[in-house]
């Protein structure tokens, strides 16, 4: 097992990053420079997308902070002790800041509330324009790191989880085929582990999304993609729902040739999807010669038939068709096509997005 380095990339792009805002300011001549550096580690995301909504953050809550200092200051100072003005001072910053959908920049407005009431108390008129523009500086220092220097990217990471989540539902299909054909199953602790993983992907992939977004212009491509995510989203979990399925149902018995028909036809059809999903991963997101690289549909087809043809074979087969029927059978069978209309439902509407 491999020990994590002591320095990563990240660590020297914030080092970076709060040097270079530091100098600046003092270069600059501000008074207050170390509300740069605090600024460059707040703002400082794990990715371009991530840095971005939290220095648009971080920027609102200094502005709401000092907007509500200075005015809670000059109305409320002399009329009140300090702890009851400082006290409804954070109160309305905390509700202004819920009313504007801050996050994270509320606290920052909390800290600007609290400094201004008791430190800068005296020279407010100064020190919070200073304020203000020493984080400018610090957030605008943290965007340029983050996209200039080894850059993260949300849109990337999203892509990248999207292929592999397609590759995993592949191989997780290929197994159920290979399982089938041997009337065997996995251990509960095995496929308890492997449904997490797949779950686990999906949280990510969605987790991604809103640092994603950011990333996205509002052009033609962006509009596209934000479709696609919403279709995608749709496929990940209606297949999980069709896998958690599968795991939770019995091995079939292979004690008939209809069964054993019927076995082959269903692994050939979790063979067949899981060589669409491989395909998918290759061109997702696609572009304009997509039609062309999805075109042949003949092993899907060709499953489907084989499968329909076995599940008619059943009906001259008493011991099959009692196999069929029964509760497990029939959500066996359930799950096959849904499996089915799932790809061919999302395929088609992947190529109508172009």
Not at 118 to 138: C, E, F, K, M, Q
Not at 159 to 173: H, R, Y
Not at 195 to 204: C, D, F, G, Y
């Amino acid at each position: 097992m491999g020990h994590k380095p002591l320095i990563i990339k990240s660590d020297l792009r914030l080092a970076l990053a709060v040097g270079l805002s530091a100098g600046l300011l003092i270069t600059l001549g501000l008074p207050y420079p170390y509300y740069g550096p605090m600024a460059v580690g707040a703002a400082l995301g794990g990715t371009l997308g991530a840095s971005r909504i939290a220095s648009i953050q971080r920027m609102q809550g200094t502005l709401l902070g000092g907007v509500i200092v200075f005015i809670s200051y000059s109305t409320l100072a002399q009329a009140v002790p300090l702890p009851v003005g400082v006290g409804v001072a954070l109160a309305s910053t905390r509700l202004f800041g819920g009313a504007l959908g801050l996050l994270s920049g509320y606290k920052v407005a909390g800290l600007v509330v609290a400094m201004g009431w008791t430190i800068h108390a005296g020279n407010l008129d100064s020190w919070i324009p200073y304020r203000l523009v020493d984080t400018l500086v610090g957030v605008l220092v943290a965007l340029l790191v983050v996209g200039a220097f080894w850059p993260s990217r949300a849109l990337d990471q999203h892509g990248a989880i999207s292929k592999q989540l397609l590759n995993d539902f592949a191989e997780a299909f290929r197994e159920r085929a290979q399982l089938l054909r041997r009337g065997d199953e996995l251990n509960a602790d095995t496929r308890i582990t492997t449904r997490n993983q797949l779950l686990n992907k999906i949280v990510q992939i969605q987790a991604k999304r809103p640092e994603a977004l950011v990333e996205l212009g509002e052009d033609r491509t962006g509009q596209l993609l934000t479709r696609l995510w919403d279709l995608e989203e749709q496929l990940f979990s209606e297949m999980i729902s069709i896998y958690r399925t599968l795991l939770r149902l019995p091995p079939v018995p292979h004690s008939s040739p209809a069964l054993q028909k019927l076995v082959g036809a269903e692994a050939e059809l979790f063979d067949a999807v899981s060589a669409r999903l491989e395909l998918w991963s290759k061109h997702w997101p696609g572009g304009s010669g997509l039609g062309r690289i999805l075109a042949d549909q003949s092993s899907l087809h060709l499953s489907q038939e084989r499968l329909e043809a076995a599940e008619a074979d059943v009906f001259d087969d008493p011991a099959a068709m009692a196999v069929l029927l029964s509760s497990t059978g029939g959500r066996r069978a359930m799950a096959c096509h849904q499996l089915l209309n799932v790809v061919a439902s999302f395929e088609d509407a992947w190529l109508a997005t172009f």
